[in-house]
Every structure is written in structure tokens, then in C-alpha cells.
């Protein structure tokens, strides 16, 4: 069981890897394609609310992995 546990941490930290790296590149393509601009209110404002979605979705996805971890951990 500890060897399916590593496989599910190391498929999800691959795959969040790859997502990461493909809308980085995606963006920074964009923002060469953009010319340059100061952001507005509105803008910040929707940059902050993506932010605190994000560290949620990190947040809750550790603490699913955490439980799936304990769970296989529990004696039969």
C-alpha cells in the first residue's frame, strides 16, 4: 500500500507541475504578444480573488492526500 500512496503523491505533484508550467508558458506568451499596460483596479482586484482560490485549492488537495495517507495507515 505505501508504494500506490508515493504513486498518487508523484502523479499529483507531476501533474501539477506540467499545469503549472503550461499556463506559465501560455501567459508569458500572451504577455509578449500585449503591450504593456498599468493594470487597473478591477484587474488587481480579480488577480487577488484567483490568488486566494489557488492557495485553497492547494490547501484542500495536501489535506485530501494527508487523509488518503492516514486512512492507509489505519491498522485492519
Not at 505533484?13 to 483596479?41: E, F, W
Request: glycine letters at 2%; proline letters at 7%.
Amino acid at each position: 500500500m505505501p508504494t500506490f500512496m508515493y504513486l498518487v503523491f508523484g502523479v499529483v505533484i507531476l501533474g501539477a507541475l506540467v499545469a503549472v508550467i503550461i499556463r506559465m508558458v501560455q501567459r508569458l506568451r500572451s504577455d509578449a504578444a500585449a503591450p504593456q499596460q498599468p493594470r487597473t483596479p478591477a484587474e488587481k482586484q480579480h488577480d487577488a480573488r484567483t490568488a486566494v482560490i489557488w492557495v485553497v485549492v492547494l490547501v484542500v488537495l495536501i489535506a485530501v492526500l494527508l487523509a488518503a495517507y492516514a486512512l492507509t495507515r489505519l491498522p485492519s
